[in-house]
């Protein structure tokens, strides 16, 4: 089975800042990726899929890259609305979620 | 209005079954595949189990297989999620979700969750 490994599992970066998201899979997945972010207490909402393409709705500071093992989700701009825990999740032929990287203000 | 809603959530016993509902609205039902994932007290993301649009295929994650049954009734907009043999480590909030494209398994429509708490 492929396994998702997100990194770092928690950070913390200040309001303006270039804040990047590491999600590595086991075995290449082509682009069968997906990016989400949950707010405490809410539910998951998808940011980017197709490992690049950003969701209709999504914000432009947010962006996704990579392909086969190595993907990226990169907030330009860090906000303060921008804390939450992102997951990324790949989809070729079933469905693994990463651990989830928790986004904190400094 | 488009949404997903749960139901069904309760406390029960190890062991024992239960069953969630999902209900649609806003979109053609019948025409997407359906998925149910969890999230444990704490936790990540679970993926559980997806069923086609038409209901005919279905498949499940390996710590659930055998255990939960996915159907569906596309007359009623409604999707189940059939628990039996309930463990400690099903306790969690289970959320059904929508395919954003037929076939894709990412999600663009999430419902907000029902808890299920397995406890003795």
């Known amino acids: 089975d492929i396994q998702m490994t997100q990194s770092p599992s928690s950070l913390s970066a200040s309001v303006g800042d270039r804040v990047t998201f590491t999600c590595r899979a086991s075995q290449g997945i082509s682009n069968h990726l997906a990016w989400y972010q949950q707010k405490p207490g809410k539910v998951p909402k998808l940011l980017i899929y197709?490992?690049?393409t950003l969701q209709s709705g999504v914000p432009s500071r947010f962006s996704g890259s990579g392909s086969g093992t190595d993907f990226t989700l990169t907030i330009s701009s860090l906000q303060a609305e921008d804390v939450a825990t992102y997951y990324c999740q790949r989809y070729n032929s079933a469905s693994t979620f990463g651990q989830g990287t928790k986004l904190e203000i400094k | 209005q488009v949404q997903l809603v749960e139901s069904g959530g309760d406390v029960v016993q190890p062991g024992r079954s239960l069953r969630l509902s999902c209900a649609a609205s806003?979109?053609?039902?019948?025409?997407?595949?359906m998925h149910w994932v969890r999230q444990g007290p704490g936790k990540g993301l679970e993926w559980l189990a997806v069923i086609s649009f038409d209901g005919k295929v279905a498949y499940y994650t390996d710590s659930v297989k055998g255990r939960f049954t996915l159907s569906r009734d596309n007359s009623k907009n409604t999707l189940y999620l059939q628990m039996n043999s309930l463990r400690l480590e099903d306790t969690a909030t289970y959320y059904c979700?929508?395919?954003?494209?037929?076939?894709?398994?990412?999600?663009?429509?999430w419902g907000r969750g029902t808890v299920v708490t397995v406890s003795s």
């Open positions: 979700a929508k395919e954003a494209v037929m076939h894709y398994w990412y999600f663009d429509l």
């Open positions: 806003g979109f053609t039902f019948s025409t997407y595949g």
């Open positions: 197709a490992a690049s």
